[in-house]
């Protein structure tokens, strides 16, 4: 059988045939199609398709959405289809049928025929339990985007309630009124009184539903009986019959809340003279928690369990309503992880949720109870608030929103200190609805990136301006490594006991044809954020590598060119050979070669240890970047295969500011000698901050104190003026 092609089944029925053959079924049919629809409305506004076929496997019935059902005609598959493997393939209904007691599921390509991979498929045969007769199945088709593990549990669920309601109007059918009386085995509660109203018999599932027992309820009066008292007392008074009456009993805070569909009719004998009322109600508890559970994973996010972006959207869309009629204003805040995607790309996605689910408990505990929170999706989040002096308490809830990450969040050891970025709009003055004031917190939440990362920023309109400057970066970025505009400077690293060039750190500018010169700021988070970043990581090694050996070949002394990796191209499995390639290319000795990395990338251990150690046979060398801002464990350092660590600029600063700041120095160039690691200290801007790395017998330093980076040609013909500016200022 070719999966490729649409199957034609073997056996189709005669319109007669289907006829009689849905006589038979008639009350099965009935009970089915009432539990359908429940399922059909429960689920409203996602297309399903139910079908009911019989233990042959022929369609009886099909009920929900149109337009799958007229696709599923359309493909020659109506009532009155056989479905057999023979004939159709391996599908949902022959294996139900085949594997009866299971459940079974087919979602997208799990199907034979390719026709099907588009869809998800849901079966479960059902039975007359009592004789386990194979009655046929029930099944659920929807798109494969609407697949939701939920439907499988809520179809086994509503089966479970359509074999009770066939066995129970089989019973019915063959016992008589005696026969009903006593059936204390059975999984429904039963209730029956005399013509006056008192009750003589009540069963033991009666007694568990209404927590009365049958020794205080036999001999009272029915409507006395909380609930459902009142609906037999209304039966014996005037005859009326009650069905799928839904009712609830919770008798206690540590029991759990038990529902139930509940009927009443009265008994007469064979003179039509009325001998008392019958009520019996059948738990429906698992089916209302299927329910339940399928409402609460709609509007909350299954991961952080926080609400979700369509609970969100439709409580604030009410809240804003109700703040129209009494003039109040509404805030909107855009909070958005800064660099998460470093983490999930250095660690992968299961620590980074497990991350997520931490910064979602603690937003969630600060939270007032006037207040709303809901993950958007990733790492975004929103808020919503409404009080008086709206955007001045709005600015001071979000201070205290973004001082939860003042303390780090700790991860298999590692201590994470993340920060966010938030962006604020009011209403109406930001925007006259919720998809308004969603774009003006996104563009102000961007804005406050743009600042620096770890603030926040009130909307205001000369931001849009911003955010299409960034969109027109971003497409002008795609273009500028075929167009040749990037640009690399180098920044001289200089041996702090003698003032010699010990190495150069190649930085990549851009040299916008328009612009002009843009900074690394301004674009490398937006080639993170796109995935360009690997190419440019790749131009700048290449460059970096013929420009050092050019300049060997023009007469200057060797020395190492350091380049930056970004997490993306460390985490390529084919970084190897395309460092390999590089050095093979410019025909650079590798000892010359530095590649600096940074301490977040050094998180996956796993991952790690192995490239490090490959990349170092390759003779070149490795240094940590920024060190003392990440999250490394000083316990695996001596398990990488690095050269030396790079304190990182912002410690250097604080040389001159606080003893703090000295103390981390120390320990830093103290703890790498102890390894073997040589130190470079970045960001040397005095003479006193030298002094201070001089003493500290510090490696090397670079930094604006001795030179600015400086582009290629202008390094290569300045050289010896730099070496003898270098000599003096050391």
């Given at each position: 059988?070719?999966?490729?092609?649409?199957?034609?089944?073997?056996?189709?029925?005669?319109?007669?045939?289907?006829?009689?053959?849905?006589?038979?079924?008639?009350?099965?049919?009935?009970?089915?199609?009432?539990?359908?629809?429940?399922?059909?409305?429960?689920?409203?506004?996602?297309?399903?398709?139910?079908?009911?076929?019989?233990?042959?496997?022929?369609?009886?019935?099909?009920?929900?959405?149109?337009?799958?059902?007229?696709?599923?005609?359309?493909?020659?598959?109506?009532?009155?289809?056989?479905?057999?493997?023979?004939?159709?393939?391996?599908?949902?209904?022959?294996?139900?049928?085949?594997?009866?007691?299971?459940?079974?599921?087919?979602?997208?390509?799990?199907?034979?025929?390719?026709?099907?991979?588009?869809?998800?498929?849901?079966?479960?045969?059902?039975?007359?339990?009592?004789?386990?007769?194979?009655?046929?199945?029930?099944?659920?088709?929807?798109?494969?985007?609407?697949?939701?593990?939920?439907?499988?549990?809520?179809?086994?669920?509503?089966?479970?309630?359509?074999?009770?309601?066939?066995?129970l109007r089989k019973q019915n059918q063959k016992l008589n009124i005696l026969n009903q009386i006593i059936m204390d085995n059975t999984r429904n509660g039963i209730v029956l009184t005399s013509r006056e109203g008192e009750i003589i018999t009540f069963n033991q599932y009666a007694e568990l539903f209404t927590g009365r027992t049958k020794e205080e309820m036999l001999g009272t009066e029915v409507r006395f009986l909380p609930s459902m008292g009142e609906y037999i007392y209304e039966v014996i008074q005037n005859g009326t019959t009650f069905e799928d009456i839904q009712m609830s009993f919770e008798h206690n805070e540590t029991e759990d809340r038990l529902v139930?569909?509940?009927?009443?009719?009265?008994?007469?004998?064979?003179?039509?003279?009325?001998?008392?009322?019958?009520?019996?109600?059948?738990?429906?508890?698992?089916?209302?928690?299927?329910?339940?559970?399928?409402?609460?994973?709609?509007?909350?996010?299954?991961?952080?369990?926080?609400?979700?972006?369509?609970?969100?959207?439709?409580?604030?869309?009410?809240?804003?309503?109700?703040?129209?009629?009494?003039?109040?204003?509404?805030?909107?805040?855009?909070?958005?992880?800064?660099?998460?995607?470093?983490?999930?790309?250095?660690?992968?996605?299961?620590?980074?949720?497990?991350?997520?689910?931490?910064?979602?408990?603690?937003?969630?505990?600060?939270?007032?109870?006037?207040?709303?929170?809901?993950?958007?999706?990733?790492?975004?989040?929103?808020?919503?608030?409404?009080?008086?002096?709206?955007?001045?308490?709005?600015?001071?809830?979000?201070?205290?929103?973004?001082?939860?990450?003042?303390?780090?969040?700790?991860?298999?050891?590692?201590?994470?200190?993340?920060?966010?970025?938030?962006?604020?709009?009011?209403?109406?003055?930001?925007?006259?609805?919720?998809?308004?004031?969603?774009?003006?917190?996104?563009?102000?939440?961007?804005?406050?990136?743009?600042?620096?990362?770890?603030?926040?920023?009130?909307?205001?309109?000369?931001?849009?301006?911003?955010?299409?400057?960034?969109?027109?970066?971003?497409?002008?970025?795609?273009?500028?490594?075929?167009?040749?505009?990037?640009?690399?400077?180098?920044?001289?690293?200089?041996?702090?006991?003698?003032?010699?060039?010990?190495?150069?750190?190649?930085?990549?500018?851009?040299?916008?044809?328009?612009?002009?010169?843009?900074?690394?700021?301004?674009?490398?988070?937006?080639?993170?954020?796109?995935?360009?970043?690997?190419?440019?990581?790749?131009?700048?090694?290449?460059?970096?590598?013929?420009?050092?050996?050019?300049?060997?070949?023009?007469?200057?002394?060797?020395?190492?060119?350091?380049?930056?990796?970004?997490?993306?191209?460390?985490?390529?499995?084919?970084?190897?050979?395309?460092?390999?390639?590089?050095?093979?290319?410019?025909?650079?000795?590798?000892?010359?070669?530095?590649?600096?990395?940074?301490?977040?990338?050094?998180?996956?251990?796993?991952?790690?240890?192995?490239?490090?150690?490959?990349?170092?046979?390759?003779?070149?060398?490795?240094?940590?970047?920024?060190?003392?801002?990440?999250?490394?464990?000083?316990?695996?350092?001596?398990?990488?295969?690095?050269?030396?660590?790079?304190?990182?600029?912002?410690?250097?600063?604080?040389?001159?500011?606080?003893?703090?700041?000295?103390?981390?120095?120390?320990?830093?160039?103290?703890?790498?000698?102890?390894?073997?690691?040589?130190?470079?200290?970045?960001?040397?801007?005095?003479?006193?901050?030298?002094?201070?790395?001089?003493?500290?017998?510090?490696?090397?330093?670079?930094?604006?104190?001795?030179?600015?980076?400086?582009?290629?040609?202008?390094?290569?013909?300045?050289?010896?003026?730099?070496?003898?500016?270098?000599?003096?200022?050391?």
């Amino acid at each position: 059988m070719d999966p490729r092609k649409i199957p034609f089944p073997q056996k189709i029925l005669t319109p007669a045939e289907l006829g009689t053959l849905r006589e038979e079924y008639e009350e099965i049919l009935s009970v089915v199609s009432f539990f359908g629809d429940k399922v059909l409305q429960l689920l409203q506004g996602t297309p399903l398709l139910l079908s009911v076929c019989d233990d042959r496997g022929f369609v009886l019935h099909m009920m929900g959405d149109e337009t799958i059902k007229k696709t599923i005609y359309d493909l020659g598959i109506s009532p009155g289809v056989q479905f057999t493997e023979a004939s159709m393939g391996t599908n949902v209904v022959n294996m139900s049928l085949k594997y009866n007691q299971s459940p079974i599921e087919l979602i997208g390509d799990d199907h034979y025929h390719e026709y099907l991979h588009g869809s998800a498929c849901y079966a479960v045969a059902f039975h007359y339990t009592d004789v386990n007769d194979l009655l046929g199945t029930l099944t659920i088709m929807t798109a494969k985007e609407f697949q939701n593990p939920m439907m499988i549990t809520m179809l086994a669920t509503t089966v479970d309630s359509i074999e009770r309601e066939l066995l129970l109007r089989k019973q019915n059918q063959k016992l008589n009124i005696l026969n009903q009386i006593i059936m204390d085995n059975t999984r429904n509660g039963i209730v029956l009184t005399s013509r006056e109203g008192e009750i003589i018999t009540f069963n033991q599932y009666a007694e568990l539903f209404t927590g009365r027992t049958k020794e205080e309820m036999l001999g009272t009066e029915v409507r006395f009986l909380p609930s459902m008292g009142e609906y037999i007392y209304e039966v014996i008074q005037n005859g009326t019959t009650f069905e799928d009456i839904q009712m609830s009993f919770e008798h206690n805070e540590t029991e759990d809340r038990l529902v139930c569909l509940f009927d009443a009719f009265p008994l007469y004998d064979e003179k039509k003279k009325l001998l008392g009322a019958f009520g019996q109600f059948r738990s429906i508890t698992d089916r209302v928690k299927a329910e339940e559970r399928y409402n609460y994973l709609a509007n909350h996010d299954d991961l952080t369990k926080l609400p979700n972006r369509r609970f969100f959207k439709e409580k604030v869309t009410s809240l804003i309503h109700q703040m129209q009629e009494c003039n109040r204003q509404v805030a909107v805040v855009c909070l958005d992880l800064d660099r998460f995607k470093i983490i999930n790309d250095t660690l992968g996605h299961s620590s980074g949720d497990t991350l997520l689910v931490m910064v979602a408990s603690r937003l969630q505990e600060i939270l007032a109870p006037d207040e709303l929170i809901a993950r958007m999706g990733g790492d975004e989040f929103m808020f919503a608030f409404s009080q008086a002096n709206c955007e001045e308490a709005a600015v001071k809830r979000v201070k205290d929103i973004l001082n939860v990450f003042s303390e780090p969040l700790n991860l298999n050891g590692y201590d994470f200190h993340l920060t966010a970025s938030a962006g604020i709009s009011i209403y109406p003055k930001d925007g006259h609805n919720l998809e308004e004031l969603m774009i003006t917190a996104d563009t102000a939440m961007y804005s406050a990136k743009s600042r620096g990362l770890n603030t926040y920023a009130l909307y205001s309109p000369d931001m849009n301006i911003t955010t299409r400057e960034r969109i027109v970066l971003e497409s002008s970025l795609r273009k500028a490594i075929e167009n040749n505009e990037f640009r690399l400077h180098y920044q001289p690293q200089v041996d702090i006991s003698t003032g010699e060039l010990k190495g150069v750190e190649a930085l990549v500018r851009w040299m916008h044809p328009i612009k002009g010169l843009i900074p690394p700021n301004d674009f490398i988070p937006i080639a993170e954020e796109t995935g360009l970043i690997h190419q440019i990581d790749t131009w700048v090694l290449r460059t970096a590598c013929r420009q050092n050996k050019q300049w060997q070949d023009e007469g200057l002394p060797p020395f190492r060119v350091s380049v930056n990796l970004s997490s993306m191209e460390f985490l390529d499995e084919g970084l190897v050979d395309v460092v390999k390639s590089a050095l093979d290319e410019s025909g650079l000795d590798p000892k010359y070669l530095d590649l600096e990395i940074t301490e977040t990338m050094t998180m996956n251990v796993e991952h790690a240890i192995p490239m490090l150690r490959n990349l170092h046979s390759l003779g070149i060398q490795i240094s940590i970047d920024d060190f003392g801002t990440g999250y490394s464990s000083l316990s695996y350092l001596k398990n990488f295969s690095i050269n030396r660590l790079k304190i990182d600029q912002s410690f250097v600063r604080d040389i001159s500011k606080e003893e703090n700041g000295t103390s981390i120095v120390s320990v830093i160039i103290a703890m790498a000698h102890s390894m073997n690691l040589e130190v470079v200290a970045e960001g040397v801007e005095e003479k006193e901050q030298l002094r201070f790395l001089q003493v500290q017998k510090c490696d090397e330093v670079q930094g604006y104190y001795f030179s600015r980076p400086i582009p290629a040609e202008e390094f290569g013909q300045s050289f010896p003026e730099l070496v003898v500016k270098m000599k003096k200022l050391y």
